[in-house]
């Protein structure tokens, strides 16, 4: 589960933080955004890998439900024509969900 999970770093570090202009952070999310539909279901596919691993590592439903959540909202509300583009600048799912992973793996590595 371990290369899941450093698969899981690797995409959002490529979908979210990528790229840094004038101290802004930002990935490949919104740049495929622009493509209108196709981009925001290939983000919320790649969302769904990390949920996957979630089930996997036995995350809580409860957790499990808020990366859900957030992948919604950034389906959604990135799915409007230009504010959704600025909202995908923003919201950043990806690294909210890897957080929810990591918190979760690390605290079972220690008990």
């Known amino acids: 589960m371990e290369k899941h999970l450093k698969t899981a770093v690797l995409l959002t570090k490529t979908l979210e933080h990528r790229f ?3 101290g802004f952070e930002f990935g490949l999310d919104p740049l495929i955004g ?6 925001d279901i290939l983000s919320a596919l790649i969302g769904l890998y990390f949920v996957w691993i979630g089930v996997q590592i036995h995350v809580p439903s409860s957790k499990i439900f808020l990366m859900l ?3 919604g909202i950034d389906f959604i509300l990135g799915s409007i024509p ?4 600025i909202f995908d600048f ?3 799912a990806h690294t909210k969900n890897l957080k ?6 690390e605290g079972r590595l220690i008990q």
Do not use: P, S, V
Not at 34 to 39: D, E, I, R
Not at 100 to 105: A, D, P, R, S, V
């Open 100 to 105: 929810i992973l990591q918190e979760h793996y």
């Open 34 to 39: 622009l493509f209108a539909g196709a981009g």
């Open 69 to 71: 959540w957030n992948l």
């Open 20 to 22: 840094r202009i004038f």
């Open 82 to 85: 230009l504010l959704g583009d």
């Open 90 to 92: 923003a919201h950043k």
